[in-house]
């Protein structure tokens, strides 16, 4: 009688243990589909009980999430950094030639000059990228 008494409050707290961890992976289930649509602000709560691995499975979701977050602000950054950088040269080269156009400035040495060395800041602008976009693909070679 005994033996059946442990075995049933065994199954219990087994099937406690399932339906907390059921629930938690329902939830984990909902928010991967948000990231999925690109919503990287979710978070599962870790759950204080219930089975270790599914803590674990809790935990490395969460931490995938915010790096996931931490990447998508890090290429928003790069990416208004990068327009900007490159928007500033082509101000200059389009004033400049406008200029020109419009007899301001005569298209003489020193007026091509500036606008030579700003393509030459576009073209520096242009390899830094490309290097990056090497980089983050994994195809960079180093040379040393």
């Keep these: 009688m005994i033996a059946v008494i442990v075995v049933v409050a065994a199954l219990v707290a087994l099937s406690r243990g399932l339906r907390r961890s059921a629930g938690t992976l329902d939830a984990l289930l909902d928010e991967t589909a948000r990231v999925e649509a690109g919503d990287y602000s979710v978070r599962v709560p870790v759950p204080e009980r219930g089975m270790r691995p599914v803590r674990q499975l809790v935990r490395g979701f969460d931490t995938m999430v915010e790096r996931l977050e931490r990447d998508e602000d890090q290429r928003r950054t790069l990416l208004n950094d990068v327009s900007h950088e490159l928007r500033t040269p082509l101000t200059v080269i389009a004033g400049n030639l406008e200029a020109m156009v419009d007899g301001v400035h005569a298209a003489d040495e020193a007026h091509l000059t500036a ?30």
Excluded: K, W
């Design 115 to 144: 606008i030579i060395e700003e393509t030459r800041v576009m073209e520096r602008l242009i390899d830094d990228l490309r290097t990056v976009a090497l980089s983050e693909a994994g195809t960079l070679q180093l040379h040393r």
